[in-house]
């Protein structure tokens, strides 16, 4: 007898409807029961039934997202312009930070470098080195390839602000796609909103979340958890429980002062532990 109860995800909900991926098939379903009143999100893992197309279990996330609302996602691709919407070392730590709270690997992508002067060009690749020594991965939008290799089996979520160049990307990754792409506005370098519904696009073998662009994220998190977020800061300082905020023989401090931390990188924690 043919299993009625399956394993799936939810890639999309519309009102009360749950589209549920399962393998490559997608079936239309609903809640009814137990689960009635539990808010379930995009990228849940759930047990339907194939029989009555409805939804019967959800299982534990290994993270979830509020804004925009999405759980288990794999990898945080983080979409950063480096001209028009200027580019911005706080969003990029921002997002950093973000992902490392939410164990979620965060994967660095580069765009407009095409449009950077010389002078500007050679500032960001500066600082996307600084980047890359500290462990993170680094790409740049041209690098197709190597960022599909990067997605393989994964769920991916973007995140950048609007006009950074996301669904753009999403376009050059699979042809097929034709996302709306919008123009950039040039007040304070934000862009139209162009994308809303968050779903999980199947994409070769990986499973995408186009998301709003969103550059107010809030960041639910401690201090200490902060702290710990800004990898490079993590060797013993002269108290362990040294919060690099004084200059009184603060290693981290010393070492921006040297030049072995980036200053953009140290006044952007003070900056993410200050808005609190
Ligand atoms: N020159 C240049 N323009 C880009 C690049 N990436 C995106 N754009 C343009 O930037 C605008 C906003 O892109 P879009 O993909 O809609 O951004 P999204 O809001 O992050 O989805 C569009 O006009 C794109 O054509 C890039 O690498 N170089
Ligand atoms: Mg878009
Ligand atoms: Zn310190």
Redo the contacts with the bound molecule.
Sequence with gaps: MKASRVLGKIININKDLYTVMVNDSVFPCYVRGKLRGVKLTVGDDVIISSDTLTIEEVKPRKNSLVRPLISNIDKLFI?I?T??PEFSTYLLDKFLVLSYINNIEPVIIV?????CDKLEKREVIRCLKYYKKQGYKVFI??DIRKIKREMRGCVVA?A????????????RIDKSLN??????STHLGR?????RMVSLIPIKDALVA?TP?FSSLEIDATNEEIRNAFVEFGFKCKYSTCTHVKDDGCFVIERVKKGVILRSRYENYLKLIKER
């Design positions: 979409v312009s001209h028009i765009t407009k470098l095409d449009i939008n041209k973007l950048g602000q609007t006009g950074a160049g996301k669904s753009t990307f999403l376009n996302l709306k792409t919008g123009e950039v862009g139209k909103h162009t994308t186009d662009g």
